[in-house]
Each structure stands twice: as C-alpha cells, then as structure tokens.
C-alpha cells in the first residue's frame, strides 16, 4: 500500500474517481473501502505498513463518524507519530485487541490515552516500544479487563513498573504476561506471581 502523496499523483495524476491502478494501490482506495464499510468494520490490521500521521488522522475522522473497532493491528509502524496515535485510539472505544508492538512512537502518553479511553480492552501487544517507561507501564494495571498483556523487548520497564503496575493488587483477569527481555528482579516475579 502506497501512502505517500507523490506516488498517488503519479498513477492518479487526474484525482478523478477511477478505478485502481494494476501497478500500485494507495491508501485513498484503502480509506474509501473503509469508508464504504465503516459500521460493519471490526478489525483492521495495518501492520508493517508506512502508514503515517496523515493516513491516521484521515482514520481518526472516520471514528467520529462510526468506525469502532474491535482489534486493530499497528504493529512496526515506525512512520506513526504519538499524536497522531493517541489521536486515533481516543475515538476507538470499542477495542478489544490492539498491536502496537515495534512501533517506537508509543510512549507513556500513548499508554495513558489507552488505559484512559479503551476500558474493554483484554489484549495489548507492546512489545519492543522501547520509549515506555515504568511510569506507562504502572498504568497498564487499571485495565480491569485484560487477559493478554506483551511487554517483551521494552527496555525501559523494570520491576517498579510491574510492581506499581499489574502487580499493585490481585488481577484475577490477566491469564498471560509475557515480559521476555526485560531485567526484572526476583521480588518483582514473586509479587506478580502472588
């Protein structure tokens, strides 16, 4: 999938509404399916694309317009920007699942807009955001609903965010963590086992 503004005005140099190119499909016609299918759409996965800020914001103004999602996949979308993405997430209510894992814009604000506007949410893949620090990582513990969490590969997590985090008080919800590559203490996987 194209998204880059020059490519579009290369293979639709006119902007008239015609049908796809054989050569190369851009976003337009991805966000015109979307906007055909917005209230019946549910998933949507657009990892390891070059979906950028202004893609996004284009996505975001169909949130407001009916597109709740259920699971959404970003997963290695290093074009993204934070705002854009808290953006976004702040419109999606709805979800259940989300993939945000290697996409390097996701910091602390990212993960408090999540925890904050996305109250169902019983799947998070983080893995590899590498700017999240245990301070977003002591918020994940307000999602009352998640049953699935991946923070493998965040360098900046240690044990005082899981202990202030998930593990602050009994979660009866949570079923899997997975912490891969972190450097955790002893105490800390104690606590999170008690």
Same mark, same amino acid.
């Given at each position: 999938?194209?998204?880059?503004?020059?490519?579009?005005?290369?293979?639709?140099?006119?902007?008239?509404?015609?049908?796809?190119?054989?050569?190369?499909?851009?976003?337009?016609f991805i966000i015109r399916i979307i906007k055909m299918h917005h209230q019946n759409l549910r998933?949507?996965?657009?990892?390891?694309?070059?979906?950028?800020?202004?893609?996004?914001?284009?996505?975001?103004?169909?949130?407001?317009?009916?597109?709740?999602?259920?699971?959404l996949g970003l997963a290695n979308c290093r074009q993204l920007n934070n705002l854009s993405l808290q953006s976004f997430l702040k419109n999606q209510?709805?979800? $259940?699942?989300?993939?945000?894992?290697?996409?390097?814009?996701?910091?602390?604000?990212?993960?408090?807009?999540?925890?904050?506007?996305?109250?169902?949410?019983?799947? $998070?893949?983080?893995?590899?955001?590498?700017?999240?620090?245990?301070?977003?990582?002591?918020?994940?513990?307000?999602?009352?609903?998640?049953?699935?969490?991946?923070?493998?590969?965040?360098?900046?997590?240690?044990?005082?965010?899981?202990?202030?985090?998930?593990?602050?008080?009994?979660?009866?919800?949570?079923?899997?963590?997975?912490?891969?590559?972190?450097?955790?203490?002893?105490?800390?996987?104690? $606590?999170?086992?008690?």
């Amino acid at each position: 999938i194209a998204y880059h503004n020059a490519i579009q005005r290369r293979f639709y140099p006119n902007d008239v509404d015609v049908a796809p190119s054989e050569s190369i499909l851009t976003f337009k016609f991805i966000i015109r399916i979307i906007k055909m299918h917005h209230q019946n759409l549910r998933s949507l996965n657009l990892s390891n694309t070059l979906i950028g800020a202004p893609s996004l914001i284009a996505l975001s103004d169909l949130g407001c317009k009916g597109l709740q999602l259920q699971n959404l996949g970003l997963a290695n979308c290093r074009q993204l920007n934070n705002l854009s993405l808290q953006s976004f997430l702040k419109n999606q209510n709805k979800l $259940l699942t989300l993939d945000l894992s290697g996409t390097i814009c996701v910091n602390d604000n990212c993960i408090g807009v999540i925890v904050k506007n996305l109250p169902l949410l019983q799947e $998070l893949n983080i893995s590899g955001c590498i700017n999240i620090t245990n301070n977003g990582s002591s918020l994940l513990g307000e999602l009352k609903y998640l049953k699935n969490l991946n923070v493998s590969r965040c360098d900046g997590i240690q044990s005082e965010g899981f202990t202030h985090g998930v593990a602050a008080k009994p979660n009866a919800t949570l079923l899997y963590l997975q912490m891969a590559h972190l450097q955790v203490s002893e105490e800390a996987i104690m $606590l999170i086992a008690k």
